[in-house]
């Protein structure tokens, strides 16, 4: 697996990660022991980078990762935490006070006395143009509470804001072969101001596997149903925000793509992989909900380079099929 610094928190991580919400809840159900198994097998692949956050199973995630820390406490692991969204959405309560009670719960959810990495978690649009905001956060590294902070957005305007913060260490972004913009806007902002860029949903909720078709069903609990239309956050995060039959379509088309590469790389894989390769990209974080997709996800950090044919070809699939619908949305 290969590793690249993740931006100023001066940590090289792996550059696929492990995204741990399906580990926690709105994924369907997954037991205790499959989390479990989920961690392991990622760490064998070679995955240094978890991301969770204290709303995921109101706290099950994160539990479950300090737990698997503490038995691998000489692994390299860096996981990073997000905080923010077991409140009500409003900026007044982006303050110190609600930051210090929202990071003792995660240290005390993750075993540790300083976190590696907390970001804010896709906040009100205005905390991010917030000056106190960022000398909260300032407090919080030197007290020893976070070692570093960050910023996960919903839209490049969002992000670009944030880098213009010198302590701000890593944005996390959604990013993947159905949402360029951030690739024309974010990625050349960040990698001059030095700042690490985690890519979240690569693979589209799933759409990007090639394994859904327009019948496919999802359990009641799973923000696959239930958020398909925005109805309990930000539509973007679920199916990244495309019409699902649409997806259903253009994933059939990138896994032709996919086929005529050369070796045995499976969609996903290169999916996960043309992220990845995207100058100024740290990590990528793409979900497992078992063992083998784990160790599946993991091999896409050793996929060659992707050729400029292919990269054209994805280009093209983007403009075809969603840049009219989303390009201007986030």
Not at 80 to 108: H, I
Not at 204 to 211: C, K, V
Not at 262 to 286: K, Y
Not at 324 to 330: K, P
Request: with cysteine.
């Amino acid at each position: 697996m290969e590793q690249q610094v993740l931006g100023r928190t001066g940590r090289l991580v792996s550059v696929v990660g492990l995204g741990t919400w399906q580990l926690g809840a709105d994924w369907g159900e997954v037991s205790d022991a499959d989390s479990r198994a989920v961690l392991e097998a990622s760490l064998e692949a070679g995955v240094t980078f978890y991301d969770t956050a204290d709303v995921y199973g109101d706290g099950r995630s994160e539990q479950a990762i300090g737990a698997f820390v503490k038995d691998h406490q000489d692994a390299g692991i860096t996981v990073a935490t997000k905080m923010g969204r077991r409140v009500d959405q409003v900026p007044e309560n982006y303050v110190l006070a609600s930051f210090r009670e929202w990071t003792d719960r995660s240290r005390r959810n993750l075993g540790v006395d300083t976190l590696d990495l907390v970001q804010l978690h896709c906040p009100p649009t205005a905390v991010y143009s917030t000056q106190e905001v960022y000398d909260a956060l300032d407090t919080l590294v030197a007290e020893g509470v976070t070692a570093s902070y960050g910023v996960s957005v919903e839209t490049t305007a969002e992000a670009l804001e944030a880098i213009k913060r010198p302590g701000v260490a890593s944005v996390q972004i959604i990013l993947n072969a159905f949402r360029h913009k951030p690739i024309e806007e974010v990625l050349p902002a960040a990698s001059a101001a030095g700042v690490g860029i985690i890519a979240r949903v690569p693979l589209a909720s799933g759409l990007l596997t090639g394994r859904y078709t327009k019948d496919t069903t999802f359990a009641e609990n799973d923000h696959r149903t239930y958020n398909r239309h925005g109805a309990a956050f930000d539509v973007g995060e679920t199916f990244s925000g495309v019409d699902y039959e649409t997806g259903v379509k253009a994933a059939a088309e990138f896994a032709d793509l996919v086929a005529a590469l050369p070796g045995d790389v499976t969609p996903a894989q290169a999916a996960i992989a043309w992220v990845w390769q995207q100058p100024g990209v740290s990590t990528v974080i793409p979900g497992a909900r078992n063992p083998e997709q784990a160790r599946l996800n993991a091999a896409a950090g050793s996929v060659p380079v992707l050729g400029p044919l292919f990269r054209s070809d994805v280009r093209d699939l983007y403009d075809t099929y969603f840049r009219e619908a989303v390009h201007g949305r986030w």
